[in-house]
């Protein structure tokens, strides 16, 4: 069922063999994955799942960047009816919060975290200047699907999107400098940027995290499944492609300061 949803053209039923109706009984079905690619691939993978932390691989002072992606879906319901008695076609209703975030950070950024090991000289400048942004959202809506031949079938999914949180931050200025002296052993960062942030002080905490139409937004997928002649799946698939309108309350500024890390 969870496939059948993400990818509207795949079949949740069999013909013959199933009963009529399918839930998950408010049972949450989530997923979530995480890639990273660059330099700092080699050194998270070693510090989520061994017990250290190897920052060989980055680089300092060569501007390299590390592409990052979180996403996160949890469907709360699923209701799915064979809607044919020869099987030829499916409706179903749902209700999910999805999250995704994207990062692009410098090798510098994740090498701070291992203290002086990658740092040749005392100061650094426009090494830490990172972009994030990350979201999270209601989605609910309905699906359909039509085994159109015996090789060809199509889905379509239609949603409207709640939005619950969004943030942007964009680093453009930023410098390093640091203390060896044993003893002491201080960094000092500086950071100057730009941030975006979804904001709705003066609202009730229904109203901020529930899916109301405070951020309201819509959403659509198409798939198609294709059998050809020896048998093989093709699926190809459109998914949610869409929009959320942020209210007027968020927020966009600017920010700056300089913050001393005792003990680096």
Request: hydrophobic share 35%.
């Amino acid at each position: 069922m969870y496939d059948s949803f993400e990818n509207p053209a795949q079949r949740a039923f069999i013909p013959d063999t199933t009963r009529q109706y399918a839930s998950n009984f408010f049972i949450p079905n989530f997923s979530s994955d995480f890639y990273i690619a660059g330099n700092a691939q080699q050194g998270v993978k070693t510090r989520l799942f061994s017990s250290y932390y190897n920052s060989a691989n980055l680089k300092t002072g060569e501007n390299a960047f590390n592409r990052i992606r979180l996403n996160f879906n949890s469907y709360a319901l699923m209701f799915k009816v064979f809607a044919s008695e020869n099987g030829d076609q499916e409706v179903g209703a749902f209700y999910n919060v999805k999250g995704d975030a994207r990062a692009l950070a410098t090798d510098e950024t994740l090498a701070i975290f291992n203290g002086f090991n990658n740092f040749t000289g005392n100061s650094y400048s426009n090494v830490l200047n990172d972009n994030f942004r990350y979201q999270l959202y209601h989605q609910i809506g309905f699906t359909y699907r039509e085994q159109v031949s015996k090789h060809f079938a199509f889905g379509l999914k239609l949603s409207a999107l709640s939005g619950i949180v969004y943030r942007e931050t964009n680093i453009t200025q930023s410098s390093i400098t640091f203390d060896r002296t044993a003893g002491t052993e201080t960094a000092i960062l500086s950071l100057e940027g730009e941030s975006r942030t979804s904001a709705a002080d003066n609202k009730s905490n229904f109203q901020k995290y529930g899916p109301t139409f405070l951020n309201p937004g819509a959403a659509i997928s198409v798939g198609t499944m294709i059998t050809d002649g020896l048998g093989y799946k093709w699926q190809i698939n459109l998914k949610d492609l869409g929009f959320i309108y942020w209210n007027k309350a968020s927020k966009t500024g600017v920010f700056g300061g300089t913050s001393t890390i005792e003990g680096f």
